[in-house]
Structure formats: structure tokens, C-alpha cells
T-cell receptor, first 110, second 114 residues
Framework: DQQVKQNSPSLSVQEGRISILNCDYTNSMFDYFLWYKKYPAEGPTFLISISSIKDKNEDGRFTVFLNKSAKHLSLHIVPSQPGDSAVYFCAASEGNQFYFGTGTSLTVIP | NAGVTQTPKFQVLKTGQSMTLQCAQDMNHEYMSWYRQDPGMGLRLIHYSVGAGITDQGEVPNGYNVSRSTTEDFPLRLLSAAPSQTSVYFC?????????????FGAGSRLTVL
């Protein structure tokens, strides 16, 4: 049973507009949530994280929002750039165990 | 700074053959782990280690064996490969401390079992 879900396999956005990637989870014991970005033939790279006790974390163009009551988090990218085109994985951690979603492929159209 | 190094990048095996995927990190990270990535399944944890001499199972450990004799190395062994083990394998490491444990991934090893 998948504990972290990304229900949108793909997303296309115009350059300069906002990209919103969504993630849902089922385990209320997760202590951190993270977003990773993956280019083809490379390993995932860390983008941004948020503690379960926070509801927002911002780093430059990237903002992650956490809604614990809905067990939902989202990643906002503003403004979107063509170089942001990649697969984005949502992840959640409980101690030393990490659980990943299935990924959302983002395409930013110039 | 090499980070996490995985070898080989590509491997083709026949059913029943054995092999070892190598993983080495030069960041003195205590935590190391192996994931497999399959279409529609995301990344799934196979085994992990919180330090030399300590290993534990993840979500999908069956068919895989690990050991951790040094801080730097965490090999993943397939004792008798099966077609269901065709996948892309990622090794990742992180420091264990307060705050988020951020995983640093290797570039991946693509394994095909015929």
C-alpha cells in the first residue's frame, strides 16, 4: 500500500507561469517531507524539505506547502523555467525510512 | 568531491546468475541505502544501514543481500537474479542528525535480467 502518492503523472506549464505539483500521504507519523528532482540518466537531487511542524518553506523560486489535516503537500515553482523540466518526486521520512511517490514529469514550454 | 559512486552503470544478467552492485561514498555519511525504481512504482527502499555493521530491511528486501563492513561502502548482492529484478537501482547516503535527513543519490545502475 503506497504511503506517498503523486496522482498526476505529468504536467505542462508555460515558461514564466507557476508550476504546482501535488502529493498526498497516509501516514501521520512522517516527520519530514522532501522534494527531489530527477533528470534522465541521473540520480534524484534534493530540492527542498519541510518539517511536519511547519506549514510552509521557501527557497528562492521553490515553495513547499504542508496541509497536515488534509495530509497533502504541494511544491510551487515560480516563475517556471525550461531548465525545471524534469521528474519531481515527493518523499516522506519516518526515522530512517523514506517513502517516495511515483513522480510527476514536469515540462516547461518556452 | 565524488559524492556517491555506483558501479556498474549497466548490467545484463541471465536468470539465476549472481552479481554485486557496488556503492561507495566519500562524505563520511553514516546512513546508506538502496532503492529500486520501476515504472509507475516510484522509488522503493530495499535495504538500509545506519552505520558499519548495522543493516536493516526496507519495503522490498526479498532477493537482495547487503552488508556494511566500512562507512564508505554498501554493496547490494543479488544471489540468484530473477526477471522481476530488472530495474534501475539507486544507492543513497545521508547524515543522521536532527533535522531532515537529505539523501544524496548516485547516478544509478540499470540491471536487466533475461
Amino acid at each position: 500500500d503506497q504511503q506517498v502518492k503523486q496522482n498526476s503523472p505529468s504536467l505542462s506549464v508555460q515558461e514564466g507561469r507557476i508550476s504546482i505539483l501535488n502529493c498526498d500521504y497516509t501516514n501521520s507519523m512522517f516527520d519530514y517531507f522532501l522534494w527531489y528532482k530527477k533528470y534522465p540518466a541521473e540520480g534524484p537531487t534534493f530540492l527542498i524539505s519541510i518539517s511536519s511542524i511547519k506549514d510552509k518553506n521557501e527557497d528562492g523560486r521553490f515553495t513547499v506547502f504542508l496541509n497536515k489535516s488534509a495530509k497533502h503537500l504541494s511544491l510551487h515553482i515560480v516563475p517556471s523555467q525550461p531548465g525545471d523540466s524534469a521528474v519531481y518526486f515527493c518523499a516522506a521520512s519516518e526515522g530512517n525510512q523514506f517513502y517516495f511517490g511515483t513522480g510527476t514529469s514536469l515540462t516547461v514550454i518556452p | 568531491n565524488a559524492g556517491v559512486t555506483q558501479t556498474p552503470k549497466f548490467q545484463v544478467l541471465k536468470t539465476g546468475q549472481s552479481m554485486t552492485l557496488q556503492c561507495a561514498q566519500d562524505m563520511n555519511h553514516e546512513y546508506m541505502s538502496w532503492y529500486r525504481q520501476d515504472p509507475g512504482m516510484g522509488l522503493r527502499l530495499i535495504h538500509y544501514s545506519v552505520g558499519a555493521g548495522i543493516t536493516d530491511q526496507g519495503e522490498v528486501p526479498n532477493g537482495y543481500n547487503v552488508s556494511r563492513s566500512t562507512t564508505e561502502d554498501f554493496p547490494l548482492r543479488l544471489l540468484s537474479a530473477a526477471p522481476s529484478q530488472t530495474s534501475v537501482y539507486f544507492c543513497a547516503s545521508s547524515t543522521t542528525s536532527s533535522g531532515a535527513n537529505v539523501l544524496t543519490f548516485g547516478a544509478g545502475s540499470r540491471l536487466t535480467v533475461l
